[in-house]
């Protein structure tokens, strides 16, 4: 199955494990930054651990999610879908000490936007920030900018809809047994609501994906792809059966354990412990992060 090379260069990966060393990583890097002096314990009851900080993304990946769900005009699916990948790419390598998620939902959302050409004001995105009007612009573009550079200025997101278009086409041609396959696309439509809250486009191909979602859309209406893979999508190819039929049953399992968890709320102290330990230079409403826009704004003059 096909993967862009960029692809999987820069946002494919070999298993979860790596993910999540990737995320230990920046936890670890953050708390060694600004622990210097601390006792172990008190390391311990300041900082959030990488497990926390999962908790406290999670919650605001369901605030972006909510925000594009809620904003008018009605964002199209690709500037939703692109926004929740943006996030995920930026806190792959950063903690939510460092760059609370508060000020990156809206960053991510905007540039999504831009990317998929869908033309709205930006003040309709500094609504939700207060203070200076023209200061505030100039921090939320700046954010804007740091947000292309930490995904690596890689804006484009592939998404699975054009191996979904093909593996329709070729089960209407090919595999007759599955009655009307147009009747699996809202299915298709709620597996590729649900797989974006997980780490699934950061292991898996598109096509992967796309054929993860036609099976989970032909289990949910009784019907079997089973025949289609054995007999003639992976025919006389065992080996890469057994690799598309793992992959589709990890897809359905991330859906039962990572997807729903978005509607579990964040525990009030973690926000609470955020507050404290998060990286005040970075917090456009702290006197540190005034101070140092102070300093460059000096250094342009």
């Known amino acids: 199955m096909s993967r862009t090379k960029l692809e999987v260069k820069l946002w494919i990966f070999k298993s979860t494990k790596e993910l999540n060393e990737r995320r230990e990583a920046a936890n670890l890097k953050f708390i060694k930054e600004y622990s210097k002096g601390m006792s172990e314990d008190s390391i311990k009851e300041f900082f959030l651990t990488t497990e926390e900080e ?24 690709n500037v939703v879908r692109n926004s929740l990948q943006y996030f995920k790419r930026f806190y792959l390598n950063n903690s939510v000490m460092d760059y609370h998620p508060k000020y990156i939902v809206f960053s991510c959302a905007y540039l ?56 329709l086409i070729d089960i209407k041609t090919r595999y007759t047994k599955i009655s009307d396959p147009e009747r699996l696309r809202p299915e298709i439509e709620e597996f590729l609501d649900k797989i974006q809250f997980t780490d699934a486009y950061f ?81 456009p409403s702290s006197a540190a992060c005034k101070r140092k826009l102070e300093e460059q704004d000096e250094v342009k003059t």
């Open 54 to 77: 999962r908790d406290v993304f999670k919650r605001y990946e369901s605030i972006l999610h909510n925000f594009c769900l809620k904003f008018q005009p009605p964002m199209p699916k």
């Open 203 to 283: 292991l898996y191909s598109r096509s992967e994906i796309a054929l993860a979602a036609v099976a989970y859309g032909t289990t949910k209406l009784e019907e079997s792809i089973d025949g289609y893979l054995n007999g003639i999508l992976f025919k006389n190819e065992p080996e890469k059966l057994v690799c598309a039929v793992t992959a589709i049953k990890t897809m359905v399992l991330m859906l039962k354990y990572e997807a729903l968890q978005i509607f579990t709320p964040v525990r009030a102290n973690l926000e609470e412990k955020l507050d404290k330990c998060q990286n005040k230079k970075n917090n």
């Open 112 to 167: 999504a936007s831009k990317v998929e050409k869908f033309n709205v004001d930006i003040s309709q995105f500094l609504a939700h920030m207060i203070g200076d009007r023209e200061k505030a612009i100039e921090i939320f573009l700046n954010r804007v900018l740091f947000l292309m550079r930490q995904i690596t200025f890689d804006l484009f997101v592939l998404h699975p809809y054009q191996f979904i278009e093909r593996f």
